[in-house]
T-cell receptor, first 115, second 114 residues
Framework: AQSVTQLGSHVSVSEGALVLLRCNYS??????LFWYVQYPNQGLQLLLKYTSAATLVKGINGFEAEFKKSETSFHLTKPSAHMSDAAEYFCAVSPPIGTGNQFYFGTGTSLTVIP | NAGVTQTPKFQVLKTGQSMTLQCAQDMNHEYMSWYRQDPGMGLRLIHYSVGAGITDQGEVPNGYNVSRSTTEDFPLRLLSAAPSQTSVYFC?????????????FGPGTRLTVT
């Protein structure tokens, strides 16, 4: 079975500071991994995804995430926070091809950027 | 492409009323799903479908029905609304072909049951 844990339901950073949002997964085989962003009163938008091609994945808006199999982690980072980054962020896991179709989402991390 | 569309955007129901939330996608995706989003609980899967005529239950299916008569449409029916069904509902779709399959989300329906 797959599961995702996001540590920290609320994270606050100062504008210009490093953003680090944590995600750990539980899976018997390396799954596909995703980060989604949700701006207020909107749907979810894909930030980036891990497809096993490269462990460091770059996404939109300057975000990136690194897949670490040994730590079963896929943490999201951005070197310098911007006010427009304030949003809810969700980590999700999908099993490898042929083993199921469902996505499993974490409970989300709300990012606040302090001017 | 319009992507994933949902109607209505907002809805208020009285306890016991029924209604259908509409979802359509124009990407020819086989897989479609419905989630509800509640504060502190992330997204929880209600029902999903892997193709026309095939549906299955997710994590929280009670009180909801679905059907999939076409590839494009995947409506969600609330049989007898309850205050516990007050939530934001998202429809999503994705391909199940080879390669990589992210989900595409609709803008959501905000439902209040009084």
């Amino acid at each position: 079975a797959q599961s995702v844990t996001q540590l920290g339901s609320h994270v606050s950073v100062s504008e210009g500071a490093l953003v680090l949002l944590r995600c750990n997964y539980s899976s018997s085989v390396p799954p596909y991994l995703f980060w989604y962003v949700q701006y207020p009163n909107q749907g979810l938008q894909l930030l980036l995804k891990y497809t096993s091609a490269a462990t460091l994945v770059k996404g939109i808006n300057g975000f990136e995430a690194e897949f670490k199999k040994s730590e079963t982690s896929f943490h999201l980072t951005k070197p310098s926070a911007h006010m427009s980054d304030a949003a809810e962020y969700f980590c999700a896991v999908s099993p490898p091809i042929g083993t199921g179709n469902q996505f499993y989402f974490g409970t989300g991390t709300s990012l606040t950027v302090i001017p | 492409n319009a992507g994933v569309t949902q109607t209505p955007k907002f809805q208020v129901l009285k306890t016991g009323q029924s209604m259908t939330l509409q979802c359509a996608q124009d990407m020819n995706h086989e897989y479609m799903s419905w989630y509800r989003q509640d504060p502190g609980m992330g997204l929880r899967l209600i029902h999903y479908s892997v193709g026309a005529g095939i549906t299955d239950q997710g994590e929280v299916p009670n009180g909801y029905n679905v059907s999939r008569s076409t590839t494009e449409d995947f409506p969600l029916r609330l049989l007898s609304a309850a205050p516990s069904q007050t939530s934001v509902y998202f429809c999503a779709s994705r391909s199940t072909g080879t390669g990589f399959y992210e989900q595409y989300f609709g803008p959501g329906t905000r439902l209040t049951v009084t």
